[in-house]
């Protein structure tokens, strides 16, 4: 009998008496009749005779509830006599216990176990007015007992506000306020939220792709008519000084061989937007930080004095400001003003006390009270929106300043709001959401204002350039597309508030060319051959003064429908525009595709550029010209068929490409572990090391090890020797051992502009599918001399590259790129089966040890319990790894390794030679890939190995020079590629 079981009976049987308990086993039938019990001769005192239980067998012992341990039953025949005093005993015992668990109320029951079950409501324990009178005292009594119970008092819950008064404006400010303090939302962000996934990446609340599906939809949008998305996210920092100074400071960032830098003549003047990779200062080719895009304000004539934004990821923006302020010398804080706490300033970070709701008076409510709003703050100001970084304090310092070179650098993160349209018909939705502002009369420009735009008017020199302005915004309609504009280009302009023309129902912008004038048509050819003329692409969004005070006058909606429930005929426009109703924008025009030759411009469009908090203003009347909306996915799509690398997917040198890969790969391990193994990928079989992350340093490593000492080997061997051929790499590869000879240098992305293009020509490039080769300028021939040359320069870096599908298939994340051997092209020239050979299975050497470590875990689990009914809890068990140390001795790839790290599937670090694992050796990975829909073929983006691909160029024959293998982690086919490097 357990102790559990022995417990229980002792409980149950201590208030009876020795007469009426049953012996449980001979022993106590013996024990009992030489106690004597309640006395009446040699037989039991409760009337059973000891020899009927002593001739029962011994395996009858034991008490089991209501029946015997063995099975049997209890014995039935009535007792020949028992004592009058003892019994009596017992059954009063029985009678007072059995009136104790009637009247006693258990701490679970309270009250309620005096009432009839048919009386017993759950809601009484709540209210207790529901009770009967006679209970109602004892049940209060209890109720404020346990609520004074323990050493912390509970507090009583305030009553929680009906749905009415949270949906309230000024509770749903609060309570946005309060969830915007761990990462920002953008203006659009109620919009986005009811029709998207949003994400929280880069500390923002980001939509991610819509809740309908859309694929083709946006492809088909951004082909043909317009996608819009919300760009805000991304962080602007403004440099101020002298020309000679900035760009003295910048040159230390950038380098001529990479492309333009910040010096670029068309960029320097204003009239267009560059792009550039910046890196660490004086550190070129090595530690990149990231690409972006910057902006110079238009010279002032007579003044030095300069002005510059650049445009940032805001995952670069930790590496990137430090460095500006390093390189500009701006190490002083300007230390913003303390706004005061009582009228906070709409457009400013809110100060933490405004932003906690639990300080309104909405919020502490009294228990018993009414859930309305208190008189007092029902007159006083409604609750500020939060704009701008909400989570940013409002004593961090934005500003730097530099003594010595006279440069201030400005922080302008979320103060600037961006949107993107994508499509030809960009221009098209802008002509039709946008029009320019309208002048204000004689009367308005005679008296004195606070606002920006009756200021503006009284100058005729700035009413010249707007009216120029407008009239070159006016010529963008009779454009046919936006890729036929210049890349780059930036237009100026005041229009006019876009909801006071907000149509009644939504429709579609459409091009609308007509045969006009030759004045026009003059126009609109030198708008597209030369661009927006340098004076027209000033803009007075580039001042701070103008951009508060537009954001401070806005027109509330409440406003602006009163004004138009004032209006005649309703839903027409209203009769004069306000004159807060002016805003400075800025148009910068995007380029599309600028590689290759095929698709020119495609994903053309406009950016345009707006003061914080006229995000949602220009918003819905863009979402009424009928464009469709896109999300972070798009953005992918969007760079995927361009041709472009995507930040900070397609950039592994960086310190945002690094954390980005560290993330995807934890996130798509932790995926793979929740599914079971039998239902998901063994990669270890499909000869697959790294299927969730690229080791592109070992893979650099590698093949510079290869190539130096193939160099060698020529040089002491045979210097007429040219080829390297892959199953000679393999060899090379199988009898060393990389790790040991380790180089120290990290590895690189080409971006030199003048090898791109020689590797390029070498790489004979073709169209999408390969059907016929593109022309190229002249290029050296490729022979053992140039190959020499160019690897000792870019011996450790990687190239992006794109690879087009020969045949059906498609590329999926972290396929691999291999080199085909002989066999492999000589399949492709008979053309019988062109898709490619097939890999063989690999043999899963960790299956053996993944069983061990589970029958190991089993044993352990086992000696753990013997352990403890015998020694106790404290006693050292062995691991469940230590029968599987001598396995791993055995074998010396995993000496290192133990087995409570291996996961099925899964091959576990120190990774083996990446080269030469499969059949076929590696030269790189893909980082995006899919189903090309402008291409029609299956197309990947990723890097391989500049020493894998020249030695694998300088063995293939001419005729199929360039042609690759790619394999997908979950596929032993390999599909035939052909390479292309766009510069």
């Given at each position: 009998m357990s102790s559990a079981k022995v417990k229980m009976r002792e409980k149950k049987m201590r208030n009876q008496p020795t007469s009426v308990q049953y012996p449980s086993s001979p022993m106590d039938v013996e024990s009992s009749a030489q106690n004597g019990g309640g006395g009446g001769g040699g037989d039991g005192p409760s009337g059973i005779h000891p020899s009927t239980e002593r001739s029962k067998s011994p395996h009858c012992i034991g008490w089991v509830r209501g029946h015997r341990k063995d099975g049997g039953s209890y014995a039935k025949e009535m007792p020949k006599y028992i004592t009058a005093g003892a019994f009596a005993k017992a059954r009063a015992s029985e009678v007072s216990a059995m009136l104790k668990a009637v009247t006693k109320t258990t701490g679970s029951c309270h009250v309620f176990g005096a009432l009839p079950k048919h009386m017993r409501r759950r809601a009484m324990s709540h209210n207790t007015k529901r009770l009967p009178r006679r209970l109602r005292d004892v049940a209060n009594r209890m109720r404020e007992k346990s609520l004074q119970a323990g050493s912390k008092k509970k507090k009583e819950q305030a009553k929680s506000k009906s749905r009415k008064a949270r949906r309230r404006h000024g509770n749903l400010l609060l309570e946005f306020n309060r969830r915007q303090r761990k990462n920002v939302w953008l203006e659009t962000h109620i919009w986005h939220a009811k029709r998207f996934h949003m994400v929280k990446k880069w500390g923002y609340c980001l939509g991610n792709r819509p809740t309908y599906k859309c694929y083709r939809p946006c492809y088909r949008a951004m082909s043909s008519h317009c996608l819009l998305q919300d760009l805000s996210y991304y962080c602007c920092i403004e440099l101020q000084g002298e020309e000679d100074k900035l760009l003295a400071s910048l040159s230390q960032l950038t380098s001529k061989e990479a492309g333009p830098t910040f010096a670029a003549a068309p960029c320097l003047s204003g009239r267009r937007q560059g792009s550039v990779v910046v890196f660490r200062a004086g550190c070129y080719p090595s530690q990149p930080l990231g690409p972006v895009t910057f902006l110079w304000r238009p010279r002032t004539q007579g003044s030095t004095h300069r002005q510059l934004w650049i445009w940032a990821h805001p995952t670069i923006k930790q590496d990137l400001l430090p460095e500006l302020q390093s390189v500009c010398q701006c190490c002083e804080a300007v230390v913003p003003p303390v706004v005061p706490v009582v009228t906070p300033v709409e457009g400013a970070p809110t100060p933490e006390p405004e932003l906690k709701p639990e300080k309104t008076s909405e919020a502490i409510q009294i228990p018993g009270t009414k859930r309305k709003r208190n008189s007092k703050n029902a007159s006083g100001p409604p609750a500020k929106k939060i704009l701008g970084d909400g989570t940013r304090s409002p004593t961090t310092p934005v500003t730097w300043r530099s003594s010595s070179t006279g440069i201030v650098i400005n922080d302008l993160t979320m103060e600037i709001v961006r949107f993107r349209l994508i499509g030809p018909q960009s221009h098209t939705v802008l002509a039709e959401t946008l029009e320019a502002a309208t002048a204000c009369d004689e009367i308005n420009k005679s008296q004195p204002s606070s606002l920006w735009w009756p200021e503006h008017c009284k100058d005729e020199s700035k009413m010249n350039l707007h009216q120029q302005q407008a009239d070159i915004f006016h010529t963008l309609k009779d454009i046919y597309s936006t890729g036929e504009l210049p890349s780059g280009t930036v237009l100026g302009l005041a229009v006019d508030d876009p909801r006071l023309t907000l149509p009644t129902k939504r429709v579609k912008a459409l091009p609308c060319v007509k045969q006009t004038q030759e004045v026009?048509?003059?126009?609109?050819?030198?708008?597209?051959?030369?661009?927006?003329?340098?004076?027209?692409?000033?803009?007075?969004?580039?001042?701070?003064?103008?951009?508060?005070?537009?954001?401070?006058?806005?027109?509330?909606?409440?406003?602006?429908?009163?004004?138009?429930?004032?209006?005649?005929?309703?839903?027409?426009?209203?009769?004069?525009?306000?004159?807060?109703?002016?805003?400075?924008?800025?148009?910068?025009?995007?380029?599309?595709?600028?590689?290759?030759?095929?698709?020119?411009?495609?994903?053309?469009?406009?950016?345009?550029?707006?003061?914080?908090?006229?995000?949602?203003?220009?918003?819905?009347?863009?979402?009424?010209?009928?464009?469709?909306?896109?999300?972070?996915?798009?953005?992918?799509?969007?760079?995927?068929?361009?041709?472009?690398?995507?930040?900070?997917?397609?950039?592994?040198?960086?310190?945002?490409?690094?954390?980005?890969?560290?993330?995807?790969?934890?996130?798509?391990?932790?995926?793979?572990?929740?599914?079971?193994?039998?239902?998901?990928?063994?990669?270890?079989?499909?000869?697959?090391?790294?299927?969730?992350?690229?080791?592109?340093?070992?893979?650099?490593?590698?093949?510079?090890?290869?190539?130096?000492?193939?160099?060698?080997?020529?040089?002491?061997?045979?210097?007429?020797?040219?080829?390297?051929?892959?199953?000679?790499?393999?060899?090379?590869?199988?009898?060393?051992?990389?790790?040991?000879?380790?180089?120290?240098?990290?590895?690189?992305?080409?971006?030199?502009?003048?090898?791109?293009?020689?590797?390029?020509?070498?790489?004979?490039?073709?169209?999408?599918?390969?059907?016929?080769?593109r022309r190229v300028g002249e290029v050296p021939p490729l022979d053992s001399s140039a190959a020499t040359l160019f690897l000792t320069e870019h011996g450790m870096s990687l190239v992006w590259v794109r690879l087009s599908l020969l045949s059906k298939g498609k590329p999926e994340l972290h396929a691999m790129v291999c080199v085909p051997i002989t066999e492999d092209l000589k399949l492709l020239s008979n053309g019988s089966d062109s898709s490619g050979p097939q890999e063989p299975p690999h043999r899963n050497h960790f299956k053996s040890r993944i069983k061990r470590r589970k029958k190991g875990s089993k044993k352990a689990a086992t000696f753990s319990l013997s352990s403890d009914k015998t020694e106790g809890k404290g006693s050292d068990l062995p691991s469940a790894s230590e029968p599987n140390l001598a396995t791993s001795a055995e074998d010396p790839k995993l000496s290192s390794e133990t087995s409570k790290d291996l996961i099925f599937g899964l091959w576990p670090d120190p990774l083996p030679s990446i080269i030469s694992h499969c059949s076929r050796v590696t030269l790189g990975w893909v980082t995006q890939g899919d189903f090309s829909l402008s291409a029609g073929c299956g197309e990947a983006l990723g890097f391989v190995s500049v020493a894998g691909l020249v030695n694998t160029l300088l063995s293939q024959p001419s005729e199929h020079r360039g042609t690759l293998l790619l394999r997908n982690p979950t596929s032993l086919h390999y599909r035939f590629a052909k390479i292309n490097i766009e510069v």
């Open positions: 026009d048509e003059e126009k609109r050819r030198e708008l597209m051959l030369q661009g927006v003329p340098e004076h027209c692409c000033q803009s007075f969004l580039w001042e701070q003064s103008v951009r508060d005070n537009v954001t401070d006058n806005k027109i509330s909606e409440q406003e602006l429908n009163r004004m138009r429930s004032e209006v005649l005929v309703p839903g027409s426009r209203l009769g004069t525009t306000p004159l807060q109703g002016r805003v400075p924008i800025l148009l910068v025009h995007q380029p599309g595709k600028q590689v290759g030759h095929e698709m020119s411009s495609w994903g053309a469009g406009w950016d345009l550029l707006l003061p914080k908090g006229w995000g949602m203003a220009f918003w819905v009347p863009l979402v009424y010209r009928g464009v469709r909306i896109g999300g972070l996915n798009m953005s992918l799509k969007h760079s995927q068929n361009k041709g472009a690398p995507h930040f900070p997917h397609d950039y592994p040198d960086c310190p945002a490409g690094i954390r980005f890969q560290e993330e995807q790969e934890a996130e798509l391990l932790d995926k793979f572990r929740r599914r079971p193994p039998a239902k998901r990928t063994n990669y270890i079989k499909h000869g697959c090391l790294a299927p969730f992350r690229c080791p592109w340093q070992q893979l650099a490593e590698e093949w510079e090890l290869i190539t130096r000492e193939g160099r060698q080997e020529r040089k002491r061997d045979s210097p007429t020797e040219t080829t390297t051929d892959p199953d000679t790499v393999m060899e090379e590869t199988s009898h060393q051992d990389v790790a040991v000879t380790k180089p120290q240098s990290c590895f690189t992305v080409l971006r030199n502009r003048k090898s791109l293009r020689l590797l390029s020509g070498w790489c004979r490039p073709t169209t999408s599918k390969g059907q016929r080769r």
